[in-house]
């Protein structure tokens, strides 16, 4: 939080924090850790789950200490999980103006591992 702190100091006023994909279910994840190839690693995708949780509420909470900001929680967890469930309603549409939307857009992204902040960069 206490990068956010900093750039709210700097005068940032409005925030998009991302939550984490389920990387349990990954091509990756799925070739090395799942037992059919389709279901997902929750030994992976709890920790996950766990953090998206605390960030949630670390944004309510930013949203309640810094009235005159607007922070906003991104639930990418939720928003992966429901193409993988449920892909023909969002057919070729969704992701590639979904992403040109939010790459289009004046976005200042921070990376944070853990508890460790590891970078942030602007598009």
Not at 21 to 35: E, R, T, V
Not at 41 to 55: A, C, D, G, M, W
Request: aromatic share 14%.
């Amino acid at each position: 939080m206490f990068v956010i702190q900093v750039l709210y100091g700097y005068g940032a006023r409005k925030m998009v924090l991302f939550g984490i994909a389920p990387i349990g279910c990954s091509p990756y994840a799925l070739a090395q850790n799942s037992p059919d190839g389709i279901t997902c690693v929750e030994r992976i995708n709890s920790p996950i789950q766990l953090f998206n949780t605390r960030l949630r509420s670390m944004v309510d909470e930013l949203n309640t200490q810094l009235r005159n900001a607007k922070f906003t929680y991104v639930n990418v967890y939720g928003i992966v999980q429901n193409i993988r469930t449920n892909p023909s309603p969002l057919g070729n549409y969704f992701l590639p103006r979904t992403f040109g939307i939010l790459l289009g857009l004046k976005f200042l992204y921070i990376v944070v591992v853990g508890a460790h902040f590891v970078g942030m960069w602007s598009s």
